[in-house]
Nanobody
Framework: QVQVVESGGGSVQAGGSLRLSCTAS????????MGWFRRDPGKEREGVSC????????YYTDSVKGRFAISRDNAKNTLYLEMNSLKPEDTAMYYCAAARASYVWIQCVSSDFTYWGQGTQVTVSS
């Protein structure tokens, strides 16, 4: 049974930091491209950051470059998103997702991802 579980969300003030974690089971984690997506009510789901199976390739959407860092620990079946210098516009539900295809991290599009978690809320106040 596939399980993808996010944790680490919360409420912070602008300029603060959070670290999201995603623990996966039920599939071979190291063989999957992983990604973080977010959706604010009334907006479309956005690819925030994606990472290749080995971690050697990463994608960031322009608005988070230099502030967020994605990483993975294949031995622990865990994906991370370090978020620094948070802004109110980062407020959203953040989702972890997995894709079997190898190169989908390059564009980080949600339709390429198969397994999804339930999400963790991030709220940044000004």
């Amino acid at each position: 049974q596939v399980q993808v579980v996010e944790s680490g969300g919360g409420s912070v003030q602008a300029g603060g930091s959070l670290r999201l974690s995603c623990t996966a089971s039920g599939f071979t984690f190291a063989s999957y491209t992983m990604g973080w997506f977010r959706r604010d009510p009334g907006k479309e789901r956005e690819g925030v950051s994606c990472i290749s199976q080995t971690g050697g390739g990463t994608y960031y959407t322009d608005s988070v470059k230099g502030r967020f860092a994605i990483s993975r620990d294949n031995a622990k079946n865990t994906l991370y998103l370090e978020m620094n210098s948070l802004k109110p516009e980062d407020t959203a539900m953040y989702y972890c997702a997995a894709a079997r295809a190898s190169y989908v991290w390059i564009q980080c599009v949600s339709s390429d991802f198969t397994y999804w978690g339930q999400g963790t809320q991030v709220t940044v106040s000004s």
